[in-house]
């Protein structure tokens, strides 16, 4: 697969507007091991193996086991998450498949039962951020270096 157009050379200031929204994500309190979670997840979902592989390597640098990175995908079989993270992906899903969930209210109340009202926004930035890179990067056949 080829690449397309460099986004990063090619619109800066926007890619700039996007790294804002990266920095006050960092920045918000949410964990940062969550957050990776809601990235791999929601890169999965929409196919980008340059967003999938960013990810799982900073997670990996983080600390976070190859058990739980493996088991992301299926992460409702497996026994390896909190409670508090379930709902993270839980939540993910739904807004990343948005058009097919409606983002259901169950889902909803069980994101604020683990988080605040605040941790609910700055989740929900985070994963619409990452669906944003997602599109650029599966958009414009962005790859992972070999």
């Given at each position: 697969m080829t690449?397309?157009?460099n986004y990063y050379k090619t619109a800066p200031e926007a890619v700039n507007l996007m790294l804002g929204l990266e920095r006050y994500i960092n920045n918000s309190g949410l964990e940062k091991s969550l957050l990776n979670l809601v990235k791999i997840r929601a890169s999965q979902i929409n196919g980008c193996g340059y967003c999938v592989d960013i990810h799982t390597t900073e997670a990996r640098k983080a600390g976070e086991s190859e058990r739980r990175l493996y088991a992301v995908a299926v992460?409702?079989?497996t026994p390896f998450f909190t409670e508090r993270e379930r709902a993270a992906l839980?939540?993910?899903e739904a807004v990343t498949l948005l058009p097919a969930t409606q983002?259901?209210?169950e889902v909803y109340q069980e994101v604020l039962h683990y988080f605040s009202?605040?941790?609910t926004v700055d989740l929900t930035m985070a994963i619409i951020t990452i669906n944003s890179w997602n599109r650029l990067a599966v958009g414009f056949r962005t790859m992972?270096?070999?």
């Open positions: 690449s397309r157009i992460w409702r079989e839980a939540w993910t983002a259901p209210d009202e605040k941790e992972p270096a070999p």
